[in-house]
């Protein structure tokens, strides 16, 4: 069964360093996302992504985030000078959409520690 | 109006009982509602969802019930196992490739 896979599995940085994450989707999904979640808390929506172009972002998105789909496979969240409030597992999860589809499926997750 | 409020917290449940999480949202134009499940150290994993179309949905031991007046739904779980033991979150979203805004979690214990 299709999985979205996400590399590594655990970051730790230094605050101010850069960090990308990355998200294989599902191969014959169109839309792209990026949840956190701060330990023990709900599931919080950072960015989507269709088309090569963010379509929604919360206020969470800052300056200091951007996402990119470098090639027709991989998806990456890159933020550029981590905060210790950054350590958090990041979800990667894509939906296919182009049936009406909603369901979105997550990856197992990167889990960033900023020290 | 972007909240989902989910409640209990958290529950514990014997086996074979039957374990219930409810949620509530405030926007009207949220149409899919789906139910995750998460094991620690896991993403969520999707279990089952609904429409507004209808008003109940049963995919095998799990049930969810919609009631679009009350903007209220809730996750039902038949005969719950100890295998069932896991964080449960309702969530929303508007229309495909929208952002899902998640409810706070339950944490479900269920007891052999």
């Known amino acids: 069964e299709p999985e979205v896979t996400q590399t590594p599995s655990h970051q730790v940085t230094q605050m101010g360093q850069e960090v990308i994450l990355r998200c294989v989707p599902i191969?014959?999904?169109?839309?792209f996302y990026w949840y956190r979640q701060i330990l023990g808390q709900k599931v919080e929506f950072l960015v989507s992504f269709y088309n090569n172009e963010i379509s929604e972002k919360s206020e969470i998105f800052d300056d200091q985030f951007s996402v990119e789909r470098p090639d027709g496979s991989n998806f990456t969240l890159k933020i550029r000078s981590t905060k210790l409030e950054d350590s958090a597992m990041y979800f990667c999860?894509?939906?296919?959409?182009?049936?009406?589809?909603?369901?979105?499926?997550f990856g197992p997750g990167t889990r960033l520690t900023v020290t | 109006q972007q909240q989902v409020k989910q409640s209990p917290q958290s529950l514990i449940v014997q086996k074979g009982g039957i374990s219930i999480i409810n949620c509530a949202y405030e926007?009207?134009?949220?149409?899919?509602f789906p139910w995750y499940q998460q094991f620690p150290g896991k993403g969520p994993a999707l279990l089952i969802a609904i429409r507004p179309d209808v008003s109940e949905k049963k995919e095998g031991r799990f049930t969810i019930s919609f009631n679009k007046s009350a903007k209220q739904f809730s996750l039902h779980i038949m005969d719950s196992q100890p295998g069932d033991s896991a964080t449960y979150f309702c969530a929303a979203s508007r229309n495909a490739g929208n952002m899902l805004t998640f409810g706070g979690g339950t944490r479900l214990m269920v007891k052999p």
């Open positions: 926007n009207t134009a949220f149409d899919y």
């Open positions: 191969s014959n999904h169109l839309y």
């Open positions: 999860a894509s939906s296919e959409t182009t049936r009406g589809g909603y369901e979105q499926y």
